[in-house]
T-cell receptor, first 116, second 112 residues
Framework: NAGVMQNPRHLVRRRGQEARLRCSPM?????VYWYRQLPEEGLKFMVYLQKENIIDESGMPKERFSAEFPKEGPSILRIQQVVRGDSAAYFCASSPPGHTTNSPLHFGNGTRLTVT | AQSVSQHNHHVILSEAASLELGCNYSYGGTVNLFWYVQYPGQHLQLLLK??????LVKGIKGFEAEFIKSKFSFNLRKPSVQWSDTAEYFCAVKSGANNLFFGTGTRLTVIP
């Protein structure tokens, strides 16, 4: 049973370019979470999505960042016009439908974004 | 607002030493508590979790954690660490919402 798959593992972008990070949840999971880990900091919640719906985006920066989880295909975290401060590791996690507060999340390996 | 504090940023131990990593949270309601580990180059893995019942929780690889409600703490312990325990350890709290709140992590380095 494949775990949460994130790609690419490493992504290098120049300032002003767009970054697209992909996350395929575990088989059977319909809830996806995105977290960001800045250097020397812990994981920060960004957004929680279910299929075709954004449930909670309270952690998303107001500009340049967007996320989607279409009916078919992976979840995408999109960062437009990247800046150096966007350099971080971005982690995706998933959980099954009907999950409760008690359900732990399953994390992917993360995508390390470097903005030059 | 919820917060999770891990006061030890970097801990260095020799093999066979005992480990205790601190975790304190600020939330007055019912919480679920987790410890995750991130080995170098790998994804986060669940070490152990507390939902209810016995406040002393046993996890994988010989780790355990004790929930002390009066102290709002959930410290991670291991009696005898190994070189392979070198990793980053994250404490996390979930409080009925859908989000996990993480601490900043503690880097553990075990010297052979």
């Amino acid at each position: 049973n494949a775990g949460v798959m994130q790609n690419p593992r490493h992504l290098v972008r120049r300032r002003g370019q767009e970054a697209r990070l992909r996350c395929s949840p575990m088989k059977g999971h319909s809830h996806v979470y995105w977290y960001r880990q800045l250097p020397e900091e812990g994981l920060k919640f960004m957004v929680y999505l279910q299929k075709e719906n954004i449930i909670d985006e309270s952690g998303m920066p107001k500009e340049r960042f967007s996320a989607e989880f279409p009916k078919e295909g992976p979840s995408i975290l999109r960062i437009q016009q990247v800046v150096r401060g966007d350099s971080a590791a971005y982690f995706c996690a998933s959980s099954p439908p009907g999950h409760t507060t008690n359900s732990p999340l399953h994390f992917g390996n993360g995508t390390r974004l470097t903005v030059t | 607002a919820q917060s999770v504090s891990q006061h030890n940023h970097h801990v260095i131990l020799s093999e066979a030493a005992s480990l205790e990593l601190g975790c304190n949270y600020s939330y007055g309601g019912t919480v679920n508590l987790f410890w995750y580990v991130q080995y170098p180059g790998q994804h986060l893995q669940l070490l152990l979790k507390y939902f209810s019942g016995d406040p002393l929780v046993k996890g994988i690889k010989g780790f355990e954690a004790e929930f002390i409600k009066s102290k709002f703490s959930f410290n991670l312990r291991k009696p005898s660490v190994q070189w392979s325990d070198t990793a980053e350890y994250f404490c996390a709290v979930k409080s009925g919402a859908n989000n996990l709140f993480f601490g900043t992590g503690t880097r553990l380095t075990v010297i052979p």
